[in-house]
C-alpha cells in the first residue's frame, strides 16, 4: 500500500473515531494498529489526531463507567489500543517527537498510571518511557516538569500487586530520574532502595514535596 493510501486511510478511521460511534471503535483501533507500520506515515500528523481522540476518550470515563460495567470495560479496550497504536507510531518513525506534541502525550498518560486496568497502566507507563526517549532534544527541558510529576506515581507503582505494571514502573523511573539528571535516585533505584528513593523526594524544596504527598492521596 503506498504511502499517501496509508495516510488517507488513517485520517478516516481517527475521524471515524471521533464520532463516537460505539460499534466502529475497536474496528477501526484495529485497522490502525495495523496502519501504522506503513513506511512514510506522517508521524506528528498521525500522532495529533489520535491523540485528540485519547484527550477525548480521558473526559468520556465517568460516564462509561456510570453507563454499565461492560461500558467501563469497552472503554478501557480502546483507550488500551489507542496507546498501543500511538506507541507503535514512535516507534515506526524515525524522527524525534515535536515538543507540542511530547508535552501533550506527557499530559494525556499521567492520569492513566492510576486506571483500574492493569493493561492500560502497562501500556501508558511503557509509552510515557518512550516519549522521554523519543522526545526531540528542544523539548527535554520543557518535557521536565511533566517527568518530574510522573516521579511519585510511578515509585508507588513500584509495589503493584500486578508484576508487569511494577517491572514497568521500575524501568520507567530509572529512565525518569536519569532524564532528569537525579544520579542519587538512579543510584538507590539500581540498587532497589526504593524506601530511600521515597525519602529524597520528600526532602526536595517544600513546595514539591507537598506536591508529592497530594499526589499520593490521589
Known sequence: MSRNA?????????ELLRRKETRWELPAM??????????GIKGDRTLQLILRYLQSQRNAVP??????ATAGCHHGEVVG????????????VD??????????????LRPLFDKESSYVQLLS???????????AEAGKKPLEPHVQQ?????????HDENQRVA?????TLLQATTFLKKRKLTWLLKRQQTWEVGECLLTEPSSRADEYLLQSLL
Open 81 to 92: 489500543m489507542t496507546l498501543s497504536v500511538l506507541s507503535k507510531v514512535v516507534q515506526n
Open 30 to 39: 484495529a485497522f490502525l494498529v495495523e496502519l501504522v507500520a506503513c513506511p
Open 63 to 68: 460516564a462509561a463507567k456510570a453507563h454499565s
Open 125 to 135: 507507563i511503557h509509552f510515557f518511557r518512550d516519549v522521554m526517549g523519543f522526545v
Open 95 to 108: 524522527v524525534p517527537i515535536a515538543s507540542p506534541i511530547a508535552l501533550q502525550l506527557a499530559e494525556a
Open 167 to 171: 517491572e514497568a514502573s521500575r524501568e
Open 6 to 14: 496509508c495516510n488517507r486511510i488513517i485520517r478516516y478511521l481517527v
Open 150 to 158: 510522573s516521579l511519585f506515581p510511578l515509585l508507588y507503582h513500584l
